[in-house]
């Protein structure tokens, strides 16, 4: 009688099993009621780029749905959608922009979507977070730095370059007097930035060009976004020169035959000049003449490839 009930309960265990492998494997094949689900991983809210964070999905079935988003410990901070009724097939493209009901920015961290179904009698908690990060990336560079650039084509000081760090993945940016001339295509936490010298101008028919930059001083400034759209604050580090022909002094006073000196600063190996008929070429650097004899005023020129300066000598 025992071996009986012994192979009785070993049976009726073995059917149980069996029922519940059943269910298992029937729960298995039941399709989702929630497909082509896409959710943006990362945004901020304080940011111009990704202020909002976009929450993808079809319904397979009609259904009568609520969407809200809840924190890490399960709390609910915010409703997207509240009983509302779609057919099946319906594509849904809802938004959260990370604000609170008082107005306030949600603290950083992670969010999940939270879906319920009214007619399926299911509640689905998208396996796909949502961060907010508000803070900006900080970017390092050396600094001051005094650049000299001469944007004229003859690859002599044509462009500057400088490599930079970041305290995450971003983009690198440069801006020259406030316009922005360099935004980095990838993302990552080290890297260079690049002014060839030139600004962008609009012409009179409105399209805008980039040209080389006219002689003068140009603060130069490093900022950086990150992934969610955070701009970290502009830092000035540089002041460049723009100089393609630069004279140390625009008039020279000298007695008549005497000799003078004059400073010429470009970056062209040679420059040629001409003074009351005489003329010649000599490297750069500081240049060395004689005054015309006859007292007066003279002009000197000086060119440097397409460049030209002229100095007035005033022989007394």
Same mark, same amino acid.
């Given at each position: 009688?025992?071996?009986?009930?012994? #192979? &009785?309960?070993?049976?009726?265990?073995?059917?149980?099993?069996?029922? &519940?492998?059943?269910?298992?494997?029937?729960? $298995?094949?039941?399709?989702?009621?929630?497909?082509?689900?896409?959710?943006?991983?990362?945004?901020?809210?304080?940011? /111009?780029?990704?202020?909002?964070?976009? !929450?993808?999905?079809?319904?397979?079935?009609?259904?009568?749905?609520? @969407?809200?988003?809840?924190?890490?410990?399960?709390?609910?901070?915010?409703?997207?959608?509240?009983?509302?009724?779609?057919?099946?097939?319906?594509?849904?493209?809802? @938004?959260?922009?990370?604000?609170?009901? %008082?107005?306030?920015?949600?603290?950083?961290?992670? +969010?999940?979507?939270?879906? =319920?179904?009214?007619?399926? *009698?299911?509640?689905? #908690?998208?396996?796909?977070?949502?961060?907010?990060? #508000?803070?900006?990336?900080? !970017?390092?560079?050396?600094?001051?730095?005094?650049? !000299?650039?001469?944007?004229?084509?003859?690859?002599?000081?044509?462009?500057?370059?400088?490599?930079?760090?970041?305290?995450?993945?971003?983009?690198?940016?440069?801006?020259?007097?406030?316009?922005?001339?360099?935004?980095?295509?990838? /993302?990552?936490?080290?890297?260079?930035?690049?002014? %060839?010298? $030139?600004?962008?101008?609009?012409?009179?028919?409105? /399209? $805008?060009?980039?040209?080389?930059?006219?002689?003068?001083?140009?603060?130069?400034?490093?900022?950086?976004?990150?992934?969610?759209? %955070?701009?970290?604050?502009?830092?000035?580090?540089?002041?460049?020169?723009?100089? +393609?022909?630069?004279? &140390?002094?625009?008039?020279? @006073?000298?007695?008549?035959?005497?000799?003078?000196?004059?400073?010429?600063?470009?970056?062209?190996?040679?420059?040629?000049?001409?003074?009351?008929?005489? *003329?010649?070429? /000599? &490297? *750069?650097?500081?240049? *060395?003449?004689?005054?015309?004899?006859?007292?007066?005023?003279?002009?000197? +020129?000086?060119?440097?490839?397409?460049?030209?300066? =002229?100095?007035?000598?005033?022989?007394?």
């Amino acid at each position: 009688m025992a071996r009986v009930l012994s #192979t &009785a309960i070993v049976l009726a265990l073995l059917a149980a099993t069996a029922a &519940a492998f059943a269910i298992t494997e029937g729960a $298995k094949l039941e399709h989702s009621p929630i497909l082509r689900t896409k959710v943006d991983p990362l945004f901020s809210p304080s940011s /111009q780029a990704h202020p909002v964070a976009h !929450i993808d999905f079809q319904l397979r079935t009609r259904e009568r749905i609520s @969407v809200w988003i809840d924190n890490k410990d399960g709390d609910r901070v915010g409703t997207l959608l509240t009983n509302r009724t779609y057919r099946a097939g319906s594509k849904l493209r809802l @938004v959260w922009d990370g604000i609170a009901s %008082n107005g306030t920015v949600q603290p950083d961290g992670e +969010y999940l979507p939270v879906v =319920k179904l009214a007619r399926s *009698h299911r509640v689905i #908690t998208l396996p796909s977070p949502i961060t907010i990060d #508000t803070k900006p990336p900080v !970017i390092t560079v050396r600094h001051p730095l005094y650049p !000299i650039l001469s944007p004229d084509g003859d690859h002599r000081r044509d462009s500057f370059t400088v490599p930079y760090t970041l305290n995450e993945r971003a983009h690198g940016i440069l801006l020259v007097r406030g316009s922005q001339v360099e935004f980095t295509l990838g /993302q990552k936490e080290s890297g260079e930035l690049h002014w %060839n010298g $030139k600004l962008k101008v609009a012409l009179p028919n409105g /399209q $805008k060009v980039f040209r080389p930059a006219r002689p003068g001083r140009y603060l130069l400034t490093v900022a950086a976004q990150d992934e969610a759209g %955070n701009v970290s604050k502009g830092f000035p580090f540089a002041i460049a020169q723009v100089r +393609y022909l630069t004279l &140390a002094r625009d008039r020279v @006073v000298v007695r008549p035959g005497g000799r003078f000196a004059l400073r010429v600063s470009t970056d062209y190996p040679t420059v040629g000049w001409r003074l009351h008929g005489a *003329h010649g070429e /000599q &490297a *750069h650097g500081t240049l *060395h003449f004689r005054a015309p004899k006859r007292a007066g005023v003279y002009r000197l +020129y000086i060119t440097a490839g397409p460049h030209s300066a =002229k100095c007035a000598v005033v022989v007394a």
